[in-house]
């Protein structure tokens, strides 16, 4: 693995138009895409469980400057701060400090979820999880001299942007993202530790991971402001005073670099696989695991478990910042970036598309094209046919003409000239179903022999599918 080579390489040739997955014929390196969406500065890191890192920082500080971005330039880390709160508080789990299936109140004495009387009780777990159905909530930050503490960000009032934190729906009846939830989870930490925040996380996750150039102390960019990246808005106006303090430190208030941010996902990639010293097995599964079923985030983690993107880690976006930090574990490798302004979600969405196509992995073997041929019934009005032809498998959807499909090594079968992609998947003793993908979006069909109550769906359905050009 040359991670160097590759990314010199991945970065000179990103996709503007991501959404399908597949790589366009419209790219561009990144220099360009950081024109054309007004970003000042990034910084990326790659990593592999190996130990190989390769960083690199691209534009500048701040704009009107010409401070380059350096692979220790902080970034704020943004919602990523969730993500490595977590592993602290399963840290503190593992060592019996807490437990994650217990009510909220048996650790917060500082402070108590109103309106709670008898009402089931929100668990920590939730909190992890973001099923606790706490209020709604955004941070935007604050300028430095009029932030709020924590308490008062929870009991809300005039001194806060955000509404007082209640309860508003069901504990443990869905999924809502919301920063409430990290909110109380660090004010449970800090009460059931007595020690405040950015020490008990130094202590936990980042001096045990070598993560030298990340903090939540809100002095810390204070304290080094020539290797710290100034937010900006959209269109690159400068967020004043360089950058704003969120008293949210469990939920929006880390300090990090792409190459410190490695390091946490690929000691829980260790960690899943039995081989890290600092959280067991068994909590780091849970990290990983959804926790709503069918969902996508388990305790403080984004997940995806696609066969062609699987991954797992972190996105974030603050006032004046964007990052993500993920992993693909069958890969054992981890990419990080980060940007100082807000309309920098797009550039990296395409950073990240980059790494599905070289890191992801699908698991799958190609079935034996004389298993999969006969009709397969996405509904009942919508058969799709699958053939062998001359030695060639065949795809006919409803109506139309067929087409000829065109094996992976992956294990996948594709139409050379549309964007189209056919997996056939088996489970157990089942016979295999049909997974079609086109745009971005998958559907399952299933042998026209089952009948099931409903057609199976994966991912979000808005057309028909139909054989189109690209």
């Keep these: 693995m040359d991670l160097p080579q590759d990314w010199v390489s991945l970065l000179g040739e990103l996709d503007r138009q991501v959404s399908s997955g597949l790589l366009s014929p ?21 990593g592999h469980v190996s130990g190989q ?21 902080a970034f704020a880390a943004c919602s990523i701060s969730k993500h490595v709160a977590a592993f602290g508080a399963l840290r503190l789990a593992q060592a019996g400090v807490l437990d994650l299936d217990a009510d909220i109140g048996e650790y917060l004495t ?3 979820l109103p309106g709670r009387e008898g009402q089931q009780g929100v668990t920590v777990r939730q909190l992890l999880a973001h099923t606790a159905g706490l209020s709604d909530t955004w941070y935007r930050g604050y300028a430095a001299d009029r932030a709020p503490s924590l308490l008062q960000v929870l009991e809300g009032g005039d001194t806060t942007t955000t509404a007082p934190v209640r309860p508003t729906l069901l504990p443990g009846s869905r999924f809502r993202y919301s ?17 405040p925040f950015e020490d008990l996380l130094r202590t936990l996750v980042l001096e045990p991971l070598a993560m030298a150039d990340s903090s939540f102390d809100q002095q810390f960019p204070h304290q080094r402001p020539d290797r710290v ?37 690929l000691e829980i990639a260790r960690a899943v696989s039995g081989g890290s010293k600092l959280l067991d097995r068994d909590l780091a599964t849970q990290m990983c695991t959804p926790q709503i079923p069918g969902g996508t985030y388990g305790l403080g983690t984004e997940l995806d478990d696609r066969a062609e993107r699987r991954r797992f880690g972190h996105t974030g976006l603050n006032i004046g910042y964007t990052c993500f930090s993920y992993v693909w574990p069958d890969s054992g490798t981890a990419v990080a970036a980060m940007t100082n302004s807000e309309d920098g979600w797009e550039l990296l969405v395409s950073i990240r598309a980059a790494a599905d196509r070289r890191y992801a992995t699908t698991r799958i073997t190609a079935a034996p094209p004389a298993d999969v041929t006969g009709r397969y019934v996405l509904r009942d009005d919508y ?3 699958i053939a062998l032809t001359d030695g060639q498998l065949t795809f006919a959807a409803a109506t139309q003409q067929p087409v000829v499909l065109l094996a ?19 489970t157990d003793d089942q016979p295999y179903v049909l997974e079609l993908r086109q745009d971005g979006v998958t559907q ?4 026209a022999t089952q009948h099931p109550e409903q057609p199976g769906l994966s991912g979000s359905v808005v057309d028909e599918p139909r054989v189109t050009g690209r």
Aim: proline residues 8%.
């Design 26 to 46: 419209d790219t561009a390196a990144l220099p360009e895409l950081m024109s054309s969406y007004d970003v000042p500065g990034v910084s990326i890191a790659v």
């Design 53 to 73: 890192v390769w960083a690199a920082g691209f534009g500048v500080m701040a704009v009107g400057t010409s401070a380059p971005i350096a692979t220790s330039t």
């Design 110 to 112: 500082s402070w108590h």
């Design 179 to 195: 920063g409430s939830h990290y909110s109380v989870l660090q004010q449970l930490m800090v009460d059931a530790t007595g020690t």
């Design 229 to 265: 990246a100034h937010g900006h808005h959209g269109g690159g106006t400068r967020i004043p005073g360089g950058w704003r303090t969120q008293p949210e430190l469990a939920a929006a208030g880390l300090w990090s670099t792409p190459t410190d941010l490695l390091r946490l996902d």
């Design 383 to 385: 058969p799709i046919d």
């Design 408 to 426: 992976d090594p992956d294990g996948r079968y594709r139409h050379p000239d549309l964007d189209l992609e056919v997996r056939f998947v088996r």
């Design 444 to 447: 399952t069909a299933r042998p």
